[in-house]
């Protein structure tokens, strides 16, 4: 297989990740360690990708200085940037006119917010040989009523894309990894704002193309919301997705440089314990995602839940399933569940808001 192409779609806002995302484009956050765009990007690198055109939007000068050329992990890089949002369909359109591979030639598209562990060359091994116009990476769900669901016939042959129903009529959705015959891109129409699941596939299936299914079973999450987050970035400490990007061994806890941890800590689940971040003796970090600079004092309790920069969960506090944004002072007694969301700089005072009776 030829050195290979992609996109890499980075456009999005990332509102469902608020207030993570308000200073933050949601793939650079840090996820196991690095900016979570590092272990796409070293997956793609160990299949054979070695060029890849950004497609950014939101916050756009903030790629280019966290992976400049790209060099670092083997791959050329270059950005294009779209003045308006286009669309899934016209964000790809606008990135190939950086692209360099001939009409026939596929190209891959990746989402900015997808960790996967399928087998990319394998994907786009099965598009050649099948000469499909578009080869889609499909994941079964236990529940595809969440997404819009995509059945295939017996050859593997995309027939519809159907929005999400109550009742659907296969547990197979959209992964949204793409290959493409680099002509399709092309006959999108430039400078529109185009949906490919709406509008380009469905007209490749209605006039006769060939859009392929490519369905597995291995791991795959869309790390949209704050859960999601704190569980893909739980599953690459623990080991469940391997990547090579990962700046330590897997375990139970990752301590990046300078990150102090009381031996009187618990720390475990995949917790990532940040740059200088403290974590004082009889605290309790589960599955959590703890920011540079923050601090989890005596006695406090942090799970499933994101600690951002600076921040500060004070003694006795229990943080469950929640966001605290950079900067933030989480004052003693507080509990803090169900997703609850702190904004960057709020301090709250001791005992302001709990869950239940404080007995």
Same mark, same amino acid.
Request: net charge negative; proline share 7%.
């Given at each position: 297989m030829p050195d290979l192409e992609a996109i890499l779609l980075v456009g999005g806002q990332g509102t469902r990740l608020r207030p993570l995302t308000l200073g933050t484009p949601k793939p650079l956050l840090p996820t196991a360690g690095v900016p979570f765009l590092a272990h796409q990007l070293a997956r793609a690198h160990a !299949?054979? =990708?070695?060029?890849?055109?950004?497609?950014?939007? +939101?916050?756009?000068a903030m790629f280019e200085p966290v992976f400049g050329d790209g060099s670092d992990f083997g791959l050329s890089l270059e950005y294009m940037t779209e003045e308006t949002p286009l669309g899934t369909g016209g964000a790809i359109r606008n990135a190939a006119q950086a692209l360099t591979s001939g009409p026939d030639a596929p190209v891959l598209i990746l989402n900015g917010d997808i960790l996967s562990g399928h087998d990319i060359g394998d994907q786009v091994r099965t598009h050649l040989a099948r000469q499909a116009a578009?080869?889609? #990476?499909?994941?079964e769900v236990d529940?595809?009523?969440? !997404? %819009?669901? =995509?059945?295939?016939?017996?050859?593997g042959r995309v027939?519809? !894309?159907? *929005?999400?129903?109550?009742?659907?009529?296969?547990?197979?959705?959209?992964? &949204?990894? +793409?290959?493409?015959?680099?002509?399709?891109?092309?006959?999108?129409?430039?400078?529109e704002v185009v949906s490919v699941e709406r509008e380009t596939f469905p007209g490749l299936i209605e006039s006769g193309d060939l859009v392929l299914g490519y369905a597995d079973r291995t791991y795959w999450l869309d790390v949209g919301t704050p859960a999601a987050f704190v569980k893909g970035s739980a599953d690459l400490v623990l080991g469940r997705l391997a990547s090579p990007a990962l700046p330590g061994p897997?375990? *139970? +806890?990752?301590?990046?440089?300078?990150?102090?941890?009381?031996?009187?800590?618990?720390?475990?689940?995949?917790?990532? $314990? /940040?740059?200088?971040?403290? $974590? *004082?003796? %009889?605290?309790?970090?589960? %599955?959590?995602?703890?920011?540079?600079?923050?601090?989890?004092?005596? /006695?406090?309790?942090?799970?499933?839940?994101?600690?951002?920069?600076?921040?500060?969960?004070?003694? %006795?506090?229990?943080?469950?399933?929640?966001?605290? &944004?950079?900067?933030?002072?989480?004052? #003693? &007694?507080? *509990?803090?569940?169900?997703? $609850?969301?702190?904004w960057p700089g709020v301090e709250l005072p001791d005992c302001a808001v709990r869950y239940s009776s404080d007995v």
């Amino acid at each position: 297989m030829p050195d290979l192409e992609a996109i890499l779609l980075v456009g999005g806002q990332g509102t469902r990740l608020r207030p993570l995302t308000l200073g933050t484009p949601k793939p650079l956050l840090p996820t196991a360690g690095v900016p979570f765009l590092a272990h796409q990007l070293a997956r793609a690198h160990a !299949f054979g =990708v070695r060029r890849i055109v950004f497609a950014t939007s +939101y916050k756009a000068a903030m790629f280019e200085p966290v992976f400049g050329d790209g060099s670092d992990f083997g791959l050329s890089l270059e950005y294009m940037t779209e003045e308006t949002p286009l669309g899934t369909g016209g964000a790809i359109r606008n990135a190939a006119q950086a692209l360099t591979s001939g009409p026939d030639a596929p190209v891959l598209i990746l989402n900015g917010d997808i960790l996967s562990g399928h087998d990319i060359g394998d994907q786009v091994r099965t598009h050649l040989a099948r000469q499909a116009a578009v080869t889609l #990476h499909l994941t079964e769900v236990d529940d595809p009523t969440r !997404f %819009g669901c =995509v059945p295939t016939d017996g050859d593997g042959r995309v027939t519809a !894309f159907l *929005e999400k129903t109550p009742n659907p009529v296969t547990n197979r959705i959209n992964a &949204g990894c +793409y290959v493409f015959t680099r002509s399709v891109i092309d006959s999108i129409p430039a400078g529109e704002v185009v949906s490919v699941e709406r509008e380009t596939f469905p007209g490749l299936i209605e006039s006769g193309d060939l859009v392929l299914g490519y369905a597995d079973r291995t791991y795959w999450l869309d790390v949209g919301t704050p859960a999601a987050f704190v569980k893909g970035s739980a599953d690459l400490v623990l080991g469940r997705l391997a990547s090579p990007a990962l700046p330590g061994p897997t375990g *139970e +806890y990752l301590a990046l440089p300078g990150a102090v941890v009381s031996p009187e800590a618990k720390v475990r689940a995949g917790s990532t $314990v /940040g740059a200088r971040a403290v $974590v *004082e003796a %009889g605290a309790t970090v589960d %599955g959590s995602v703890l920011g540079d600079d923050c601090v989890v004092h005596t /006695g406090a309790t942090v799970t499933d839940s994101v600690i951002g920069r600076g921040a500060r969960v004070c003694a %006795g506090a229990v943080v469950h399933d929640a966001v605290i &944004g950079d900067g933030a002072v989480v004052g #003693h &007694g507080n *509990e803090l569940r169900a997703g $609850v969301r702190i904004w960057p700089g709020v301090e709250l005072p001791d005992c302001a808001v709990r869950y239940s009776s404080d007995v």
